[in-house]
C-alpha cells in the first residue's frame, strides 16, 4: 500500500488514536490502584479543617486582645494579652503560613512589654512566605507597626529600617500615621528637612493632626 495514500493515512491516525486511549486508561488505572484520587480529596479536606481551627484560634484571640486593651487593670491586660498570644500560637502550629496570627501575637507581646519578640513576630509576618496571606493595605499596616517598636528601640541602626518600613507603608497608603512617625524618625537622625517634609505631608493628609502641626513648630522655631 502506497504511504501517501488516504487509506494509508487514516490507519496511521487510528494507530496513533489507539496508542493514546491506551495510555489513558493505564494511567487512570493506575491512579484507581493506588487511590490516589481520594488521597488527594483526603489531603484537601485535613488542609481546611486545619485552615478552619486556625481561624477559629486567630478570632478568640483577637478577641482576648480586644479585652486586654479594655481591661481595668495592667495585670488583668497582660494575662488576657498573654492569653491571645497563646491562641495566636495555636493559630500558628496549624497554618504557619497565615500572616494575621504572627501579627496577632506581635500585638499581644507588645501589650505584655515584650518588644523584641513582637517585632520577631512582625518580621515573620512579613517575610515572602506569609506576606502573601495579606492585602496591600494589612502589609502597610503591618510595616507601620513594626516601624513603630524599631522607633521604640531607639537604635540607629532600627530608626534608619524604620525609615524604609515607613517608605513603603506609605507607598500601600497606610496614611497621615505612618508620615507622622516618619517624620518622628528624620527627627531622631537630625535630618530636619526630610522631618518636616514628611510633616507637612502628614498634614496635607489629616490637617487636623495636631502632632505634625506641633513637631513643624517646634522645627521652625
Not at 495510555?23 to 493506588?34: D, G, K, S, Y
Not at 519578640?117 to 513594626?146: C, I, Q, W
Request: one cysteine or more; glycine letters at 4%; a positive charge.
Amino acid at each position: 500500500m502506497d504511504e501517501t495514500s488516504p487509506d494509508h493515512r487514516a490507519k496511521m491516525w487510528f494507530d496513533i488514536f489507539l496508542q493514546a486511549v491506551i495510555m489513558l486508561v493505564t494511567v487512570f488505572m493506575f491512579l484507581a490502584m493506588h487511590n490516589i484520587p481520594q488521597k488527594a480529596l483526603s489531603k484537601l479536606r485535613f488542609r481546611n479543617r486545619k485552615n478552619l481551627r486556625a481561624k477559629q484560634h486567630f478570632v478568640r484571640g483577637a478577641q482576648l486582645l480586644g479585652q486586654a486593651r479594655s481591661a481595668p487593670s495592667r495585670s488583668a491586660a497582660s494575662s488576657l494579652a498573654q492569653d491571645a498570644a497563646a491562641e495566636a500560637d495555636k493559630a500558628i502550629l496549624l497554618d504557619p503560613r497565615d500572616a494575621a496570627s504572627h501579627i496577632l501575637k506581635a500585638l499581644a507581646l507588645d501589650l505584655q512589654g515584650f518588644k523584641t519578640s513582637a517585632l520577631d513576630s512582625l518580621d515573620v509576618a512579613l517575610s515572602p512566605l506569609a506576606a502573601k496571606s495579606l492585602t496591600d493595605l494589612e502589609r502597610g499596616d503591618a510595616l507601620f507597626r513594626r516601624a513603630e517598636l524599631k522607633f521604640a528601640l531607639s537604635r540607629r541602626g532600627r530608626v534608619d529600617s524604620a525609615i524604609d518600613d515607613l517608605t513603603q507603608a506609605v507607598k500601600l497608603s497606610c496614611g497621615a500615621k505612618a508620615l507622622l512617625l516618619l517624620g518622628q524618625c528624620y527627627e531622631a537622625k537630625r535630618s530636619k528637612e526630610e522631618a518636616a517634609k514628611a510633616y507637612e505631608e502628614a498634614l496635607e493628609m489629616e490637617p487636623t493632626l495636631a502632632a505634625a502641626r506641633e513637631a513643624l513648630d517646634r522645627l521652625g522655631s
